[in-house]
């Protein structure tokens, strides 16, 4: 088992910044891919960003690419999500997951344990 616990949403005006923070304990933290994804009030739950046990290896939506950047720390078994120039359509819960392949990682369904999420708001 794999334990995720999100942090660092809020609220923040258009064009500012967040850093989310994704502690986990559990299992090895550093054999998994871990991915951040998001839900809108309404809608599906979208891919984010996703990246490698290592770190050698970063996916991104098209709609954040440029605009935030995941990292992770294995020695503090925490992943990261950099959120800059947000937009009101960035609006939602954020939720951080961990996956034992890289393959499939912008899939929710191939990941195997997810946090409870953190709302970040964007106003309009």
């Known amino acids: 088992q794999v334990q995720l616990v999100e942090s660092g949403g809020g609220l923040v005006q258009a064009g500012g910044s967040l850093r989310l923070s994704c502690a986990a304990s559990g299992r090895t933290f550093s054999g998994y891919t871990m991915g951040w994804f998001r839900q809108a009030p309404g809608k599906e739950r979208d891919f984010v960003a996703a990246?490698?046990?290592?770190?050698?290896?970063?996916n991104y939506a098209d709609s954040v690419k440029g605009r935030f950047t995941i990292s992770r720390d294995n020695a503090k078994n925490t992943v990261y999500l950099q959120m800059n120039s947000l937009k009101p359509q960035d609006t939602a819960v954020y939720y951080c997951?961990?996956?034992?392949?890289?393959?499939?990682?912008?899939?929710?369904?191939?990941?195997?344990?997810w946090g409870q999420g953190t709302q970040v708001t964007v106003p309009s």
């Open positions: 997951a961990a996956d034992r392949f890289w393959s499939g990682c912008s899939v929710p369904a191939a990941y195997d344990y």
């Open positions: 990246i490698s046990w290592s770190g050698g290896f970063t």
